[in-house]
């Protein structure tokens, strides 16, 4: 009914101008025949005087339609106009998405997709402010990436917990309205309405969108711009997912996939870089190698299964103790080595006489024995890396002809060049 009243109300000002138009025809032809009737010398009086009312007539009546149908003109005037620039704004948002998927493109990590969130976000949404948050490598938080424009006093929260999250927990847009009966998201903590949007691609969230607004017509301001803010989180979402997908690509390159190591090529790679550091900055670099001992004869007594269980747990044992800038690789089979970064000798032993605890108490946990031989080598004044990790091999199979389950330190660089140095002199 609707639909038809509407139909009904547009064809009306058409009505009108088809009958202004007819009455204006008609006036044209009388006229024509008067002056063709005139000069023919046929127009009586009698024909004259019906002429020329009839004109006034049609003319009176001409008006009275025109002044009828033009304020239906000038309200057909106006909604073409506000057609023209709803037309021009929604291409203009069209070309700001477009550019900003060519822009995402291009992105090389998350800060480079951030830049252009907040300036696409910026220039579509210019009076909202908004957030970006994204899961975690453990995807048990969502971890604020960006922020743009946010009121004082109502800056958003540094984590949500996806079970404080309604956007996150049902998939669907959820609105954050002020007001007592409203049902908001338990992380909401600020005084404005927001709009969170779950970011999706291929099935899965990626992270969260939230647009703000403050003031008594927020909820309806974010109402109307609701669709261009999903498409925002659209094209933001299938970067994340891009995003996501290179850098488990990567990790797949540069990890072992039993243990999460780094694999062997990526540690030859950071020892040439770390080694290249060491010495540029006069600063200590350590090595540890590592070997499970009597590994083979766990697989061949308790199964591989346990073999890789004992194999990834010690990695994970490993990993508990690292610092910020050490590195851990999987050499190959049970062997595994750990880079430190400014540790001299000394304290590298000591570093790895934890890792040789932490690996030990494994036996506790399956109930076999689990223990490792570590040799530890330290390099500072040369660049020749592979020099220093022969030498923690060389110490890591003393460990093992010493009685195994023991750290031995290698002679360090610094005394092996000076002792080097003394016997070409002598």
Same mark, same amino acid.
């Given at each position: 009914?609707?639909?038809?009243?509407?139909?009904?109300?547009?064809?009306?000002?058409?009505?009108?101008?088809? +009958?202004?138009?007819?009455?204006?025809?008609?006036? $044209?032809?009388?006229?024509?025949?008067?002056?063709?009737?005139?000069?023919?010398?046929?127009?009586?009086?009698?024909?004259?005087?019906?002429?020329?009312?009839?004109?006034?007539?049609?003319?009176?009546?001409?008006?009275?339609?025109?002044?009828?149908?033009?304020?239906?003109?000038?309200?057909?005037?106006?909604?073409?106009?506000?057609?023209?620039?709803?037309?021009?704004?929604?291409?203009?948002? +069209?070309?700001?998405?477009?550019?900003?998927?060519?822009?995402?493109?291009?992105?090389?990590?998350?800060?480079?997709?951030?830049? =252009?969130?907040?300036?696409?976000?910026?220039?579509?949404?210019?009076?909202?402010?908004?957030?970006?948050?994204?899961?975690?490598?453990?995807?048990?938080?969502?971890?604020?990436? $960006?922020?743009?424009?946010?009121?004082?006093?109502?800056?958003?929260?540094?984590?949500?917990?996806?079970?404080?999250?309604?956007?996150?927990?049902?998939? #669907?847009?959820?609105?954050?309205?002020?007001?007592?009966?409203?049902?908001?998201?338990?992380?909401?903590?600020?005084? =404005?309405?927001?709009?969170?949007?779950?970011?999706?691609?291929?099935?899965?969230?990626?992270?969260?969108?939230?647009?703000?607004?403050?003031?008594?017509?927020?909820?309806?301001?974010?109402?109307?711009?609701?669709? $261009?803010?999903?498409?925002?989180?659209?094209?933001?979402?299938?970067?994340?997912?891009?995003?996501?997908?290179?850098?488990?690509?990567?990790?797949?390159?540069?990890?072992?996939?039993?243990?999460?190591?780094?694999?062997?090529?990526? *540690?030859?790679?950071?020892?040439?870089?770390?080694?290249?550091?060491?010495?540029?900055?006069?600063?200590?670099?350590? +090595?540890? *190698?590592?070997?499970?001992?009597?590994? #083979?004869?766990?697989?061949?007594?308790?199964?591989?299964?346990?073999?890789?269980?004992?194999?990834?747990?010690?990695?994970?044992?490993?990993?508990?103790? *690292?610092?910020?800038?050490?590195?851990?690789?999987?050499?190959?089979?049970?062997?595994? =080595?750990?880079?430190?970064?400014?540790?001299?000798?000394?304290?590298?032993?000591?570093?790895?006489?934890?890792?040789?605890?932490?690996?030990?108490?494994?036996?506790?946990?399956?109930? =076999?024995?689990?223990?490792?031989?570590?040799?530890?080598?330290?390099?500072?004044?040369?660049?020749?890396?592979?020099? $220093?990790?022969?030498?923690?091999?060389?110490?890591?199979?003393?460990? #093992?002809?010493?009685?195994?389950?023991?750290?031995?330190?290698?002679?360090?660089?610094?005394?092996?060049?000076?002792?080097?140095?003394?016997?070409?002199?002598?």
């Amino acid at each position: 009914m609707r639909l038809e009243l509407h139909s009904a109300g547009k064809k009306a000002p058409e009505r009108r101008f088809i +009958i202004s138009f007819s009455l204006i025809g008609c006036l $044209a032809v009388l006229a024509f025949v008067r002056e063709l009737l005139e000069r023919l010398g046929m127009l009586s009086g009698d024909l004259e005087s019906f002429s020329s009312n009839s004109e006034i007539a049609l003319t009176v009546l001409l008006l009275l339609v025109v002044s009828a149908a033009f304020p239906q003109v000038l309200r057909e005037m106006k909604r073409r106009r506000n057609s023209t620039v709803d037309a021009e704004r929604a291409l203009s948002q +069209i070309e700001l998405l477009f550019n900003m998927t060519d822009m995402l493109q291009s992105a090389l990590g998350h800060a480079d997709a951030n830049s =252009v969130l907040r300036a696409t976000a910026s220039a579509l949404l210019p009076d909202f402010g908004g957030a970006l948050y994204i899961f975690n490598n453990s995807g048990d938080r969502l971890e604020l990436s $960006a922020s743009w424009q946010w009121p004082d006093g109502s800056a958003p929260g540094e984590t949500i917990s996806p079970s404080e999250c309604w956007a996150i927990k049902r998939g #669907k847009n959820h609105f954050n309205l002020i007001g007592n009966n409203a049902l908001c998201c338990e992380h909401q903590q600020c005084c =404005v309405t927001t709009m969170e949007i779950p970011m999706m691609a291929r099935g899965e969230i990626y992270g969260l969108l939230v647009v703000q607004r403050d003031g008594p017509t927020a909820e309806k301001e974010l109402g109307l711009i609701a669709p $261009a803010a999903n498409a925002l989180a659209d094209a933001m979402s299938l970067s994340l997912s891009n995003l996501a997908l290179r850098e488990r690509l990567r990790s797949q390159a540069l990890r072992d996939s039993l243990t999460g190591l780094y694999n062997r090529r990526y *540690m030859e790679d950071a020892l040439d870089r770390l080694s290249g550091e060491a010495v540029a900055n006069q600063s200590p670099l350590s +090595i540890v *190698m590592i070997d499970l001992d009597h590994f #083979k004869k766990l697989n061949d007594e308790h199964g591989h299964a346990m073999g890789d269980s004992v194999l990834g747990e010690a990695a994970s044992a490993i990993l508990s103790a *690292m610092g910020p800038r050490d590195i851990a690789c999987r050499y190959g089979g049970e062997e595994l =080595v750990v880079l430190l970064p400014d540790c001299g000798l000394e304290e590298g032993v000591a570093r790895a006489e934890l890792l040789r605890g932490n690996i030990e108490r494994l036996s506790e946990l399956h109930g =076999v024995s689990v223990s490792a031989s570590l040799g530890v080598a330290a390099i500072t004044e040369t660049s020749d890396a592979q020099n $220093a990790l022969d030498d923690a091999d060389k110490a890591l199979y003393r460990a #093992k002809k010493e009685g195994r389950n023991r750290v031995v330190a290698a002679p360090s660089l610094r005394r092996q060049i000076s002792a080097s140095a003394i016997a070409r002199a002598a």
